[in-house]
């Protein structure tokens, strides 16, 4: 707990756009007391937070990571926005739990780490076992409409023959950073030369279908992705002009198999101008389940109380390295 004994420290590590938002959502909840606001960026250290983020905020200015920053979470949380690669905040989460921080993150292998990067799950799990603080990977996709949302309407159903789900966003209105990572504005062959790099794609599907598999008690023992261009039939201004015959976005889809039979598939297309937006989830089961949400559930805000509402339950959590299926329904 903080000094004042009913509300729970939190340190934002990354203020980006997400970040930013992150910000504000803390600020406006009453049980949680923002204690720092940290980024490497050099032109924004030093800065009052506030002008940032457009509204008052407790006269905190972005400051730079420190035993002393990070430690002020303990207790509470550290909000990570540092990475969607787990090797990237892999340094900084170590930190963390080595002051005894519990962590909520936003970076995308962390959803489920097991499948990547199973040598550094184990070693998470250990030292946050060790250290008695909990970690938790989680957003809006992964960490919940093709993931904890598929896995909670599933326990309204019987036996499961197969199961679909797909996300479709506009990404018009989003941020540049976001367009730029599905490769809106590329030829086809830098779309597919940024594939390769791995600079091109939505991070997280893979870990969204294990969470699925492990969820509803799939038994996947394969998973295949792939992903294809989304190529714009008309010229689409904005952050990311995009011209007649270039790469507005992209779709990915990954599918499950357990023993060569396909029993899931995710898929996600998310590009500039892409009509029709909407979340969908399709359960053949006894009985079978359709949801879909017209528009799609929002991304950025979404995902910023996402990690701020998983906090209470890390919190109060097991120690160790968690998953959204770990946490209780609700907030």
């Known amino acids: 707990m903080s000094a004042e004994g009913n509300?729970?420290?939190?340190?934002?590590?990354?203020?980006?756009?997400?970040?930013?938002?992150?910000?504000r959502s803390v600020l406006a909840t009453p049980e949680l007391e923002l204690v720092a606001a940290l980024d490497i960026d050099p032109q924004l250290l030093g800065r009052p937070l506030e002008e940032l983020i457009g509204q008052p905020a407790e006269g905190l200015v972005v400051e730079e990571e420190s035993a002393e920053t990070l430690g002020r979470a303990k207790g509470g949380a550290l909000l990570q926005l540092t990475g969607s690669r787990l090797p990237t905040v892999l340094a900084q989460l170590e930190r963390a739990?080595?002051?005894?921080?519990n962590v909520v993150s936003s970076c995308e292998e962390l959803a489920f780490p097991w499948l990547a990067h199973p040598d550094?799950?184990?070693?998470?799990?250990?030292?946050?076992?060790?250290?008695?603080?909990?970690?938790?990977?989680t957003?809006?996709?992964?960490?919940?409409?093709l993931d904890r949302l598929v896995v909670t309407l599933g326990a309204a159903t019987g036996l499961l023959r197969r199961v679909e789900a797909e996300r479709v966003v506009d990404?018009?209105?989003r941020r540049e950073q976001l367009q730029r990572k599905v490769g809106a504005g590329l030829t086809r062959e830098q779309f597919e030369r940024g594939v390769q790099a791995g600079k091109i794609g939505h991070i997280g599907l893979a870990e969204s279908a294990a969470l699925v598999s492990a969820g509803l008690g799939l038994g996947c023992d394969e998973f295949d992705e792939e992903i294809e261009p989304v190529m714009a039939t008309r010229a689409i201004a904005g952050p990311v002009p995009v011209d007649v015959g270039r790469v507005a976005g992209s779709t990915q889809r990954v599918r499950g198999f357990a023993s060569g039979r396909e029993l899931l598939s995710l898929r996600t297309t998310i590009a500039v101008g892409a009509p029709d937006p909407h979340d969908l989830v399709v359960i053949d089961g006894d009985p079978p389940l359709r949801v879909r949400s017209e528009g799609g559930i929002s991304g950025d805000r979404a995902t910023?109380?996402?990690?701020?509402?998983?906090?209470p339950a890390v919190v109060?959590?097991?120690p160790g390295l968690l998953t959204v299926l770990?946490?209780?329904?609700?907030r």
Do not use: H, Y
Request: aromatic share 4%; net charge negative; charged share 15%.
């Open 97 to 101: 739990i080595s002051l005894g921080v």
């Open 316 to 318: 109060t959590a097991e």
């Open 139 to 145: 957003g809006v996709n992964p960490g919940f409409v």
């Open 7 to 23: 509300r729970l420290p939190v340190v934002v590590a990354g203020l980006g756009p997400i970040g930013q938002e992150v910000v």
């Open 120 to 137: 550094t799950a184990d070693r998470i799990e250990r030292l946050a076992s060790k250290a008695d603080v909990s970690i938790l990977g």
């Open 171 to 173: 990404a018009s209105s």
């Open 326 to 330: 770990d946490l209780p329904a609700g």
């Open 304 to 311: 910023a109380w996402s990690l701020v509402n998983a906090i």
